[in-house]
């Protein structure tokens, strides 16, 4: 006869959190959402390890799904995590690298490389909000960088927590925050591009204090792939947290300075059904094709447990990026002569910044015997951005393919005041509930439901002009239930719903409606207690009023069409086959169709592939002679061909890439850890996205490329 087991306490489930982990000698990851007291371990109240931290590439427990403690098996949504140990195998330098591991993801026009941008599920584009900072929005161009500890996919819609964003998901990146345990790690890499990077990670305690620190601090020069090109970056990010008795509080600061190069990729010649006969290296801009900017990120979390059962929880961010560019904009080609008509265009001050704010109010409450467990809150976000000065001159053909010369133009300074002074501003309070009703051990009920207010405006112009000034209010409920068959597996069904104002700068198309989503989902999740993960799920959306780019007189506009649908079935899984081999996959089919537009009705929306896979393992060998450990890991990523551009008349092709790694640490006082990465191996020839608005943007992928990095940790 088994005897049931009480489950243990919300304090005690946080003191678990954080201890845990220190006692296996391992840090904690992920958001500051647990109380930390100087108690002895031995003082701790009895707690159930299982869910509480990562092991290896099986994510076990999810900090940002629900905004509640709940293990991913009791969440009513597909979830994957990207976790640290995943990262550091794969060397992973950018979101791009990291999601590539998560199913139905594709990377969309990047802005010549300048910014994230990925659809979910089918939606999804640059600048759309669906990319978190610690559960926060910000307006960071690039949100992956040094101080990333792991990334989190929320699937399908997310707007009942989170607020605007597309239904295909959210994304949430995870940083390191100080521990009470001192560590320390160094590393240089050099990349066969030219170049490398060197960074610091160094965390403790401060003596006789409640306080801990860490710093984070990289500083990357490496060459472009192409023929032109370099990569100069330096980031330094201070944290520091005070441990109350009952309220931990974490302020932490990032600053990040760079230079890149802004690279649209190649055009597609529709005729000869490829692209231009060009080297994959050889760029058709210029030398000063150039983004030169800076990122800020400052952020506050406090956390307080208020009793047994319930906790608060505010979190504030604060978020700036500042650039200029140049730019040799391609807008026409000839086939027969291969000359290209170039503009030479540049931003020139343009400022956008961001505020954050959510308060939480989360804890179990007993009504009439069922166990709810209920998060209400209320948040804030607000965003400006301005386009100072943007410099166009006319458009002339300067460059020929047959016979590539550069430095025969220079950088304009023609400002046009028309597009200048483009102004966009937009406010989101909102209020949230949400519960989870336990009506037994087995079956779970999800109903939440947020009312989202927004005031936008947006124009250009000198003397300015407004184009949109909207503002107004929307519901948005969420339903799902979950069935727990096993300790080891549950069933899921969710509904919900999304919302996202839109803007425009110009008044090609008049006023965009707000997109509005609904989304059904049905899905299945394993975990076993051996260290292995697994979901499945098969969804269909329906998107009205999807915004997307057109290029008139020349000129990049946004439009919307009348109705998208997406559905699909998704395939992942993560976690440790054997005490020795480790593994992460996926699988993603996403058929996606414009239903109702009168350009675009039953074309493909861009860089949607039907298929998405990706295969990741790796093999520990153990300790060797000496103490000394070995890795070994190879995997395949790859997508099927996508629509280059709106009308379907291209499609960049399929592809399938090669990586592979291996790790050497040496057992010492200060382990030394030499790492190999070799990416794309076979040097395949392929293209990760394009422009969508023309063709005239197509974005190469990454050929071979070998990065070697030593590091100590101390």
Known sequence: MSMPIAKPSLRARIRAAVYLPLIAGTALTGTATAQQQDRKPAELDTVTIRGISESGYQPT???????????????????????????????????????????????TNTLGSTQDAFIRRGFGDNRDG??????????????????????????????????????GGAINVITKKPERQFSGKASVSASSFGGGTTSLDVTGPITDTRLAYRLVADYQNTDYWRNFGKTKEWLIAPSLSWFGDDTVVTASYMYQDYSIPFDRGTIWDIDAGGPIPLS??????????????????????????????????????????????????????????????????????SKVSGHSMRVDLAGSLDIAGLKNDLLVGAQYDYQHLLRTDMIRCTPAVSFNIYNPTYGTVSPCTTVRPAESDQLERLRTPSVYLQDSLHLNDRWILVAGARYQYYDQISGRGRPFVLNTDTSGGKFVPRLGAVYKASPAMSFY????????????????????????????????????????????????????NVSYFETVDGVIVT???????????????????????????????TDAKVKDDP???GKRPVNIARHTASLFATYDFGAQAGGNRFKLGAGVRGASKRAGINDNSYFLPGYGVVDAFASYTIAARHPITLQLNLRNLFDRTYFSSSLGASRYGNAYGEPFNATLTASVSF
């Open 559 to 589: 439009r919307t069409a009348g109705l998208v649908r997406a559905r699909g079935l998704e395939f992942d899984v993560a976690g440790r086959l054997t005490p020795q081999l480790s593994l992460i996959a996926s699988y993603g089919f």
């Open 61 to 107: 427990r999810n900090s940002s799904a629900l905004r509640t403690d709940a293990p991913l098996l009791e969440i009513p949504q597909a979830v994957n995590v990207v976790t640290e140990d995943v990262l550091l195998d794969q060397d992973a330098r950018s979101l791009d690298d990291a999601l590539q591991n998560i199913s139905g993801i594709s990377q």
């Open 280 to 349: 994959r290296k050889t760029r058709l801009d210029e030398p000063f094709n150039v983004t030169q900017g800076s990122s800020q990120l400052a952020s506050i979390n406090i956390f307080h447990t208020l009793n047994d059962d319930w906790n608060l929880t505010f979190d504030y961010s604060y978020s700036r990026d500042e650039y200029s560019d140049n730019q040799a904009r391609v807008q026409g080609y000839d086939a027969v002569t291969g000359d290209v008509t170039r503009r030479i265009d540049a931003t020139q001050g």
């Open 130 to 167: 669906g990319i978190l900072t610690n559960g926060l929005k910000t307006v960071l161009p690039r949100s992956f960088n040094a101080t990333t500890q792991r990334v989190e996919v929320l699937k399908g819609p997310a707007s009942t927590l989170y607020g605007i964003l597309d239904p």
């Open 599 to 601: 350009d675009y009705a």
């Open 493 to 544: 069904a969710n509904a919900a719903r999304t919302f996202r104002p839109q803007s425009s700068f110009s008044s090609y198309f008049g006023d965009l409606t707000p997109e509005e989503g609904t989304s059904y989902e049905l899905g299945a999740k394993w975990e076993s207690a051996g260290g292995m993960s697994a979901n499945l799920a098969i969804y269909t959306t329906d998107k009205k």
